[in-house]
């Protein structure tokens, strides 16, 4: 049956921002769930919520799959059609197949599974779909779950089945990531003759030695979950591309990808202990927060005993990687992991994914539902 869903999944071409009628196909595999489209301007949004308690009783637990429908374009040089699902030997090749159209077949499977033999339990169950994980982000995941907290339905826990493991289904989940924060830095000096030093205010020189507390400078120390919130300097201009013109202004440009322990606050205080002497200006725009979800929050623990259970691994908590959709879960106290098939082809020509992994996966949200069933008796 994942199999089945998978391939149905990767044949909707769902380039950002389009949705193509995928959700369509999807609520066909939700039986009994509500189903709500909360899109926004070009961003489409699914949202499906099923409450499995007896009698609607309160206090029930509520449990959300999240992720995304959209995938980069395919690019060129395929050995088989992006999209059109092809099996080769052990492995199913597409656009999608590990990001993250395997993790969303497995956990609609694990659902439809689960609904099959009955639920038993104080559970509701709901799925969040965007097709704007791989663009701007910001009209998808993160307007959902504006729209669900006005009317008091966000979920306790989310798990975002985004592609993390590394050699094999069960060997990585992430419970947190790093923010990102861009900056530009202009320091500013007086225009001159290279002949008349003593008229001329040159950036360069101002900046000179401090250089070192810009780029490669480390803000904090890093913890047991997060390496040190390092300044990565990626452009350095100035001047007029001549030899006796001294510049009136340099510019810098850089990203800081930050842990927990280090916050917009604190950068905008090391450039003003650095160069609160000189004429400069500092502008910062934060792309994503960092979160980090407890390795004793109930979510993570029940999916570190059900991989083990079913895969017989125990796996690396990790809170590596870039930026995903689990960072707007945070915000709200939502205990937020990610996990789902392997990324050694995202984004790449020739994607694919393992069927035994997706075999593996499905066995581990249905074991994860059911955990979740007892915990709410």
Not at 17 to 44: A, H, N, W
Not at 82 to 108: N, V, W
Not at 165 to 190: A, H, P, Q, Y
Not at 260 to 286: A, M, P
């Amino acid at each position: 049956m994942n199999l089945e869903i998978a391939r149905k999944l990767i044949s909707y071409p769902t380039i950002t921002p389009q949705e193509c009628g995928i959700y369509e196909y999807i609520s066909t595999l939700l039986k009994g769930f509500s189903y709500e489209r909360m899109d926004c301007e070009e961003v489409k949004n699914a949202f499906f919520y099923k409450d499995f308690s007896p009698h609607k009783k309160e206090g029930k637990i509520h449990l959300c799959f999240a992720g995304h429908i959209d995938v980069v374009p395919a690019g060129e040089d395929w050995e088989s059609h992006p999209f059109e699902p092809t099996l080769k030997g052990e492995y199913l090749y597409g656009r999608g197949a590990q990001d993250m159209k395997g993790g969303i077949s497995s956990f609609l499977d694990a659902i439809g599974k689960i609904q099959k033999e009955g639920v038993e339990g104080n559970l509701a169950i709901s799925v969040l779909l965007t097709s704007d994980e791989e663009g701007v982000g910001i009209n998808g995941t993160r307007y959902v779950l504006e729209c669900l907290a006005k009317n008091n339905r966000l979920p306790h826990f989310a798990l975002v089945a985004e592609p993390t493991c590394e050699s094999v289904v069960g060997d990585m989940i992430k419970i947190g990531r790093r923010g990102s924060i861009n900056g530009v830095l202009k320091i500013f000096g007086k225009q001159g003759h290279v002949a008349y030093p003593s008229k001329c205010i040159n950036p360069i020189e101002l900046l000179g030695s401090k250089l070192g507390e810009i780029a490669g400078k480390d803000l904090d120390n890093g913890d047991e979950n997060f390496e040190p919130s390092k300044i990565v300097v990626t452009d350095i201009r100035g001047g007029m591309q001549v030899c006796n013109v001294t510049p009136s202004e340099l510019t810098i440009m850089f990203n800081i990808r930050n842990s927990t322990l280090t916050t917009q606050e604190n950068v905008k205080r090391h450039f003003e202990n650095l160069l609160g002497h000189l004429e400069y200006d500092l502008k910062l725009t934060i792309s994503s927060y960092p979160f980090l979800t407890s390795k004793e929050n109930k979510l993570t623990l029940h999916l570190l005993d059900c991989i083990e259970e079913i895969v017989g691994i125990k796996p690396k908590v990790s809170c590596s990687g870039g930026t995903s959709d689990a960072r707007y879960f945070a915000p709200y106290g939502i205990g937020v992991v990610e996990f789902g098939v392997c990324n050694d082809r995202i984004h790449a020509k020739n994607e694919r994914v393992k069927l035994q992994d997706l075999d593996n996966l499905t066995k581990i949200f249905k074991k994860l539902i059911q955990s979740f069933c007892k915990e709410s008796l």
